[in-house]
């Protein structure tokens, strides 16, 4: 990723993480359906509306979306203490600045809860470094309870983790993939799958995902890492914005993962200035669930 900017939410000017035959960069616009599709779309919903959990301006006093930094292999490592899942994560050190953004930050200084992801880019060294509920301490270090150190060039993409790990996700998968960027999509075309959530998911995962997070064993439930894709029968609407035609697009083409429980049919980004939120939630939001389609799941793994 040597052509990435420097910064909170820089552009990667073109540069993809991992390989193009990556899970997360493959074109799945032709692969088969889930027998089962039906009723796991249907246990997301089939009304509701696509929801962009990411945007411009404040919400609740912070930022909306995930926010994330690029910084250079100069970065100095600060020292991290796992204070939940330290078996499952990957060690430190990481190149955390003391000042890196963290999703749900207020502007004012006030304290906040939540899940604190922390989001790191080393650009020259092509690792991803992502914390869960990150606190900075004095004297640069940082508690979290997981992290997770992800390898941008290859497809070996967690060299240190395990199948049945989480990261600082519940899936176990990368967050930085699958955030939708304006960067990206202000240019009309997003080339890689995206980041979802669901509100009831099963106790089970597909690859590339590796960790579940659920106690239900229904068979109409999500598992962690099931892959969604709008339908090649829906058409995006000319009018349009270019960034709301290139969210949908990428929908079609590379699909969209279950990522997290959460709220159903949110979409995973970065917050940024220049998205127009009321754009983003009417187009958004005027496709339903009933307009997807699961690609048939290979490799279940139940827990």
Same mark, same amino acid.
């Given at each position: 990723?040597?052509?990435?900017?420097?910064?909170?939410?820089?552009?990667?000017?073109?540069?993809?993480?991992?390989?193009?035959?990556?899970?997360?960069?493959?074109?799945?616009?032709?692969?088969?359906?889930?027998?089962?599709?039906?009723?796991?779309?249907?246990?997301?919903?089939?009304?509701?509306?696509?929801?962009?959990?990411?945007? +411009?301006?404040?919400?609740? @006093?912070? $930022? /909306?979306?995930?926010?994330? &930094?690029?910084?250079?292999? =100069?970065?100095?490592? #600060?020292?991290?203490?796992?204070?939940?899942?330290?078996?499952?994560?990957?060690?430190?050190?990481?190149?955390?600045?003391?000042?890196?953004?963290?999703?749900?930050?207020?502007?004012?200084?006030?304290?906040?809860?939540?899940?604190?992801?922390?989001?790191?880019?080393?650009?020259?060294?092509?690792?991803?470094?992502?914390?869960?509920?990150?606190?900075?301490?004095?004297?640069?270090?940082?508690?979290?309870?997981?992290?997770?150190?992800?390898?941008?060039?290859?497809?070996?993409?967690?060299?240190?983790?395990?199948?049945?790990?989480? +990261?600082?996700?519940?899936? @176990?998968? $990368? /967050?930085?993939?699958?955030? &939708?960027?304006?960067?990206? =999509?202000?240019?009309? #075309?997003?080339?890689?799958?995206?980041?979802?959530?669901?509100?009831?998911?099963?106790?089970?995962?597909?690859?590339?995902?590796?960790?579940?997070?659920?106690?239900?064993?229904?068979?109409?439930?999500?598992?962690?890492?099931?892959?969604?894709?709008?339908?090649?029968?829906?058409?995006?609407?000319?009018?349009?914005?270019?960034?709301?035609?290139?969210?949908?697009?990428?929908?079609?083409?590379?699909?969209?993962?279950?990522?997290?429980?959460?709220?159903?049919?949110?979409?995973?980004?970065?917050?940024?200035?220049?998205?127009?939120?009321?754009?983003?939630?009417?187009?958004?939001?005027?496709?339903?669930?009933?307009?997807?389609?699961?690609?048939?799941?290979?490799?279940?793994?139940?827990?």
């Amino acid at each position: 990723m040597t052509t990435a900017a420097l910064g909170v939410g820089a552009p990667l000017n073109g540069s993809l993480p991992f390989p193009a035959d990556n899970a997360w960069n493959r074109d799945i616009s032709q692969a088969p359906v889930d027998p089962n599709s039906a009723n796991l779309i249907s246990t997301i919903g089939l009304t509701r509306g696509l929801h962009p959990d990411f945007g +411009s301006g404040l919400y609740e @006093g912070a $930022p /909306i979306g995930i926010p994330y &930094v690029v910084v250079s292999g =100069a970065q100095a490592k #600060a020292t991290i203490r796992f204070l939940a899942y330290g078996d499952e994560s990957d060690p430190g050190p990481y190149p955390v600045p003391g000042n890196a953004p963290i999703e749900g930050q207020r502007p004012d200084g006030a304290s906040f809860d939540g899940d604190r992801h922390v989001l790191v880019i080393d650009r020259d060294n092509n690792r991803l470094y992502e914390l869960y509920r990150a606190f900075p301490q004095t004297g640069g270090a940082w508690d979290a309870d997981s992290g997770a150190v992800f390898r941008l060039d290859s497809n070996t993409v967690r060299p240190g983790g395990q199948a049945g790990w989480t +990261s600082a996700d519940a899936a @176990g998968l $990368p /967050i930085f993939p699958g955030l &939708v960027r304006y960067d990206e =999509a202000a240019t009309g #075309a997003i080339r890689h799958a995206l980041r979802f959530t669901v509100r009831q998911s099963r106790r089970a995962y597909l690859p590339p995902a590796t960790h579940a997070a659920s106690s239900s064993t229904d068979p109409n439930r999500p598992p962690m890492g099931m892959r969604v894709r709008l339908k090649a029968s829906y058409a995006i609407p000319a009018q349009f914005s270019t960034e709301s035609r290139a969210i949908l697009q990428a929908m079609k083409t590379y699909g969209m993962l279950v990522a997290d429980n959460g709220s159903d049919w949110y979409i995973s980004g970065a917050p940024d200035p220049r998205w127009n939120n009321d754009k983003l939630l009417s187009e958004l939001g005027s496709v339903k669930g009933s307009q997807f389609e699961v690609v048939k799941m290979e490799g279940l793994v139940t827990q």
